[in-house]
């Protein structure tokens, strides 16, 4: 396929995820945030779920994890729109706490059995040469769910999904951190990871 059918596919896709309501997720959620980027990107990176603003602008990791992430991409080398970034889940899944709709995990059922079919395709369209799991959520879904973050994380692994796959910690978990100090190594350590994403588009590194 070339990059203008599939950008075109890729269109397609998007349109029709605006409509899913195969699970529940939607009736709360103001739109579906489908992935963002060209379809002819190298890298695909892969969060959980839309947060509060993502939801509201319809666009993948707008809000503050987000800002972080760019950053962090920044530091490490890549541009952000040279990477198409998406979500292991389409639709924010929240709850009321006072007056601000929090963040609540999707359930295993919502992530492999509703929203799956939608990252796979964007695999598909994509063939990303790398793809960075951002996070457990994402890890579980394409890692298979007794992958461990904590153990395994910036590492190359072998997989069918790309040349290479390699999970690292999500941004929100960085700014949950309560301590500058904690904040400032674990970002150094994110950015670490980041640039694989490098070395794998330049077919520099090995799987371990
Ligand atoms: N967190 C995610 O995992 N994805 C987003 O798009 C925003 C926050």
Redesign the pocket.
């Known amino acids: 396929m070339n990059d203008r059918s599939a950008n075109t596919a890729l269109a397609q896709l998007r349109k029709a995820a605006l409509s899913c309501t195969a699970c529940p997720l939607w009736e709360n959620a103001t739109q579906t945030?489908f992935g963002e980027g060209d379809a002819d990107a190298k890298a695909m990176l892969v969060?959980?779920?839309?947060?509060d603003q993502?939801d509201v602008s319809g666009r993948?990791?707008?809000?503050p994890?987000?800002r972080l992430l760019d950053r962090a991409l920044v530091a490490a080398g890549v541009e952000r729109s040279e990477v198409y970034?998406t979500?292991a889940v389409k639709h924010f899944k929240w709850e009321w706490q006072g007056k601000r709709r929090l963040h609540k995990k999707p359930t295993q059922r919502e992530v492999s059995i509703c929203c799956q079919q939608w990252l796979e395709r964007e695999i598909h369209l994509i063939q990303p040469r790398v793809i960075v799991c951002?996070?457990a959520?994402?890890a579980g879904a394409l890692l298979g769910r007794g992958f461990r973050i904590t153990t395994q994380r910036g590492r190359l692994l072998e997989s069918t999904l790309a040349k290479y796959v390699f999970a690292t910690v999500?941004?929100?978990y960085l700014l949950r951190l309560p301590d500058e100090t904690q904040r400032a190594a674990a970002f150094a350590s994110f950015v670490e990871d980041l640039r694989l994403i490098r070395r794998g588009i330049a077919d520099e590194a090995a799987p371990v």
């Open positions: 945030v969060g959980e779920q839309p947060g993502e993948p990791f707008v809000g994890a987000g970034v979500n951002l996070g959520t994402a999500h941004p929100s």
